[in-house]
């Protein structure tokens, strides 16, 4: 019911409609963009998961690029204020969360957090030791055997496991002798 609201609001849509160009090029940037206030949502109620942050992502991203349209075509053409408003606050929006969650998240996460693999390779020094050596571990403990062999001396030496014990070094009882006596 305030005039001015309804006034800026038809500035907005008859500039639309006179900016063809930025108008095609608003709807193809908005195309992509992901349905944030739902992502948001469940992010809030701790029910999110990997693809909801990269919807956050990707929207920060869709943000960034209406606002460089918006910017440039302000130069050209005069911007009616409301998308003048919106440009600015767009601006305002947090880089760095973008810039992380660029950094972080694969382009393609799975669905769920316990499918795993969504933290992108590099971001985490510690997740990729634990990457490393879930994928290496026949090659891990064969290193550790080598090096315990050399230690010891013991060329009998194996390191096993069972599901009850775990991993274990395994000596023949000749042998135990060189592991059980302090080393100087």
């Given at each position: ?56 992502r ?21 911007l ?9 606050a ?83 009882q ?10 100087n």
């Open positions: 019911r305030d005039p001015a609201e309804i006034n800026a609001r038809l500035d907005v849509v008859g500039y639309l409609i006179e900016a063809e160009a930025v108008r095609e090029d608003l709807r193809a940037a908005l195309r992509g963009a992901p349905d944030i206030a739902r992502a948001v949502s469940r992010l809030g109620l701790q029910r999110g998961g990997p693809r909801d942050l990269a919807a956050v990707d929207a920060l991203a869709t943000a960034g690029a209406v606002t460089a349209l918006l910017r440039d075509s302000a130069g050209s053409m005069g009616p204020r409301v998308l003048d408003d919106l440009a600015r767009l601006s305002s929006a947090p880089d760095g969360l973008r810039v992380t969650l660029s950094r972080a998240i694969v382009d393609e996460p799975p669905a769920l957090r316990r499918e795993g693999g969504f933290i992108r390779d590099g971001y985490d020094e510690g997740l990729d030791e634990a990457r490393r050596l879930r994928d290496d571990s026949r090659k891990v403990i064969a290193a550790l055997e080598t090096r315990y062999i050399a230690d010891t001396g013991v060329k009998s030496l194996k390191i096993k496991h069972n599901n009850i014990l775990g991993y274990f070094i395994d000596v023949t000749s042998n135990s002798g060189a592991l059980t006596e302090p080393s």
